[in-house]
């Protein structure tokens, strides 16, 4: 485990009637994105606090720094959680200084303002923000003891696109800062785009793990046409390379010039065709046979 900031091996979590993490090993290097990624009740957020020390482990190991989790753990992590209480009548900035003021190190508060946009906010009750302010404060609290490694549960469910894209400029400039993060998500889009390895978790296990794209690629030549069922001829049986979902064909291709055209020649028609790059949400569905948002 000596290359990891953070190391699992082998967790398990058992709740009454419910085993959440079911054998999960992973390991986050210094300066990585990582994305536990998965539906809902996957069991990422179990893990993640198992990893964040705040859930104890039915088995299993955790090593930050190759040690077991220890106070300085604390000191050097930032955590920040689904539904963080920010206290009621408390305005942002106020906010800001009381969690500051919980650890010994603490970050220039106003850089920290500048990076997470807060300037503009920082006399507001923190009740009456949008959903997007409350997560930018909510990772500005995260930050505030300087963590070499940041936790971020679901950071953006919830927000609208706009706020969504934002907020990922957010954690480009974060990682930029050299910090280290570990976030969950159930999505695909925000794992693609945010993530340099993800664990994709089902069940309390994963199903894989690496670099999103190279797993994309593992599994899938560069493009899928897909095309209604209606649209294919039949008389033509299906070649070895599609593959039929629900009321559409997919077929899987390298060469999608050479495959449009024996499209044409069998007398398909392409008017309703879509040509896709393959995604996670693939991915996904190839390994576990259900989408991702079902
Ligand atoms: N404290 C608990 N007691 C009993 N069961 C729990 C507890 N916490 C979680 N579970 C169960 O463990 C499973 C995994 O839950 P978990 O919250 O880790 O999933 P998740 O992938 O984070 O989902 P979500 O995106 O909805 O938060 C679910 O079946 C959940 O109901």
Redesign the pocket.
Same mark, same amino acid.
């Given at each position: 485990m000596a290359p990891f900031l953070l190391a699992a091996e082998g967790l398990e979590k058992q709740?009454?009637g419910?085993r959440?993490v079911d054998g999960i090993s992973l390991g986050v290097r210094p300066g990585q994105c990582f994305g536990l990624l *998965?539906p809902? *009740?996957? *069991?990422? /957020? /179990?893990t993640l606090e198992m990893l964040e020390g705040i859930q104890t482990p039915t088995a299993g190991q955790i090593l930050f720094r190759g040690r077991p989790l220890d106070r300085d753990f604390r000191e050097q992590v930032g955590i920040q959680f689904q539904a963080t209480a920010l206290q009621d009548f408390q305005r942002v900035h106020e906010a800001l200084t009381m969690f500051a003021r919980l650890y010994r190190r603490h970050a220039d508060l106003e850089e920290l303002i500048e990076l997470c946009h807060l300037r503009a906010i920082l006399n507001r009750d923190t009740r009456k923000l949008s959903g997007g302010q409350r997560q930018r404060l909510l990772l500005a609290i995260a930050l505030v003891n300087e963590p070499v490694l940041v936790f971020l549960d679901?950071p953006t469910t919830g927000l609208d696109p706009q706020a969504r894209r934002n907020f990922w400029a957010l954690i480009d400039r974060v990682r930029e800062r050299g910090t280290t993060i570990l976030l /969950?998500t159930?999505y695909m889009e925000e794992a693609e785009r945010l993530c340099d390895e993800i664990a994709i978790v089902d069940q309390g296990r994963i199903l894989t793990q690496g670099d999103p794209r190279t797993l994309i690629q593992e599994e899938f030549p560069a493009a899928i046409l897909r095309l209604p069922v209606h649209a294919w001829p039949k008389d033509h049986p299906l070649p070895d390379n599609a593959e039929r979902r629900d009321t559409m064909i997919e077929l899987y291709v390298d060469d999608v010039a050479n495959a449009l055209e024996q499209l044409e020649r069998q007398g398909t028609s392409l008017i309703d065709l879509r040509v896709d790059r393959p995604s996670l949400e693939d991915l996904f569905l190839k390994l576990t046979g259900h989408h991702l948002r079902a």
């Open positions: 709740f009454p419910v959440a *998965g809902n *009740g996957a *069991g990422k /957020t /179990t679901e /969950t159930h």
